[in-house]
């Protein structure tokens, strides 16, 4: 018994025990965030490969944390995945994002589509369409102006509820795009029974274009043409990626070269002058 107690002792080690409290303190601070109004969302500009003209951007959630500082998502979200309050903090983010988006139309700036992340958990909930129905006529936005990302997850675990809740979204033109693509299941035959209409392709992928041939992106690229969906390029880099991007039929991108995240006054610029 000795023994196998020192073992627990043992397996509870110093880093575990450090993640342990993390992770409870996250979940403890989550709600209290949501309630005093500490997430900020960025927004990361997406742009044509070839003219480099913004079509929208992608909204990224900013965590100012009242002791911790700036909290970056891969350590929170997660945690709000485990303990489903991410069901909540989807709901505000999209909230925020409604709210921005109809600030900029009610100030005449040019439409622009605002993508979100929702996690698969969320997007596969029964309330999920109506949610969406309720904040197109909460903050009365233009039909298209949301665009939703969903990692392969939240799509393929359950196919029929998946196109049952894209069919309920499509009266308010809400686009659907598949992000990560590529670093999932990669099981494509599922792709063409799925309504969406956009792919994101990994950041991974668009990493390793260094040279001209890349049997992976073509291989992606032509699914993408024969199943008509738009393709985004994630994690553009360097000049040599988007020169690479440019032979291809890719007409989407998004990434450090042209633009971070950046606050919504900033996007404004953005939508007003281009990058
Ligand atoms: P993601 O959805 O794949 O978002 C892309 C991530 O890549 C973002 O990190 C973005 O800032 C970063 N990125 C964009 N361009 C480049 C580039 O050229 N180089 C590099 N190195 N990185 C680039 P971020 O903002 O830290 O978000 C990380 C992840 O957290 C996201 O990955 C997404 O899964 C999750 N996340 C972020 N915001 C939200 C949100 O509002 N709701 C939900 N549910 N998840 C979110
Ligand atoms: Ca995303
Ligand atoms: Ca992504
Ligand atoms: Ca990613």
Redesign the pocket.
């Given at each position: 018994a000795k023994s196998s107690g020192r073992g627990h002792v043992k397996f509870f080690n110093n880093t575990m025990r450090k993640k342990l409290k993390t992770h409870a303190d996250i979940e403890n601070d989550l709600q209290h965030g949501i309630e005093h109004n500490e997430f900020e969302?960025?927004y990361?500009p997406i742009f044509t490969i070839q003219e480099a003209q913004v079509i929208g951007f992608?909204?990224?959630?900013r965590w100012h944390h009242p002791t911790k500082g700036f909290v970056?998502?891969?350590d929170f979200?997660p945690v709000a995945e485990d303990t489903g309050q991410?069901i909540n903090?989807?709901l505000h983010?999209l909230d925020l994002a409604a709210q921005q988006i109809s600030h900029w139309y009610q100030h005449g700036l040019p439409f622009t589509r605002v993508t979100?992340?929702?996690?698969s958990r969320h997007f596969a909930s029964l309330d999920f369409v109506a949610q969406m129905h309720a904040l197109y006529k909460k903050y009365q936005l233009p039909l298209g102006s949301l665009c939703l990302?969903i990692t392969e997850s939240g799509l393929i675990g359950n196919l029929e509820l998946a196109t049952k809740i894209i069919k309920g979204l499509a009266p308010l033109e809400v686009k659907l795009c598949l992000?990560?693509f590529g670093t999932g299941y990669s099981a494509l035959g599922y792709l063409h029974q799925l309504p969406i209409h956009i792919l994101k392709i990994d950041?991974s992928f668009i990493d390793h274009i260094t040279k001209s041939h890349n049997p992976l992106i073509d291989a992606i690229l032509s699914l993408a043409q024969s199943l008509q969906l738009d393709v985004v390029a994630?994690?553009?880099?360097t000049e040599q990626q988007l020169a690479i991007l440019k032979q291809t039929p890719c007409k989407f991108g998004?990434?450090?070269?042209k633009a971070?995240?950046m606050p919504a006054k900033d996007a404004k610029n953005v939508i007003l002058h281009g990058l």
């Open positions: 969302l960025y990361q992608e909204a990224l959630v970056a998502p891969n979200i991410i903090l989807d983010l979100v992340n929702v996690s990302e992000d990560d950041k994630e994690g553009i880099e998004q990434g450090f070269l971070r995240p």
